[in-house]
Nanobody
Framework: QVQLVESGGGLVQAGGSLRLSCAAS????????MGWFRQAPGLEREFVAR????????YYADSVKGRFTCSRDNAKNTVYLQLNSLKPEDTAVYYC???????????????WGQGTQVTVSS
């Protein structure tokens, strides 16, 4: 089992940047694929990015490709999401999640953090 805690959210102007972090407990962090999802008010939770167990493979939603970068440091049990060129439509609660396999589907992730709010003003 793993517990996840996100941090780094905040209020930023359009065009700005943020770096989200997700710290994981436990000794088996490298056993999990890590994903980032987001949920805006009134909308379903959507996939943003994922990174493979050793960080060698990443995959992004089309809406964030080229602007967001996902990375991980298994020695620190932490996964990151760098958000650049932010747009108002990126406003949402961002969640990190852990899964055993590569997936972009929320229901295939077993563990979730509590979320961190990202608000982008125009």
């Amino acid at each position: 089992q793993v517990q996840l805690v996100e941090s780094g959210g905040g209020l930023v102007q359009a065009g700005g940047s943020l770096r989200l972090s997700c710290a994981a407990s436990g000794r088996t962090f490298s056993s999990y694929v890590m994903g980032w999802f987001r949920q805006a008010p009134g909308l379903e939770r959507e996939f943003v990015a994922r990174i493979s167990w050793n960080g060698g493979r990443t995959y992004y939603a089309d809406s964030v490709k080229g602007r967001f970068t996902c990375s991980r440091d298994n020695a620190k049990n932490t996964v990151y999401l760098q958000l650049n060129s932010l747009k108002p439509e990126d406003t949402a609660v961002y969640y990190c999640a852990a899964a055993y396999g590569l997936s972009s589907r929320p229901n295939e992730y077993d563990y979730w953090g509590q979320g961190t709010q990202v608000t982008v003003s125009s």
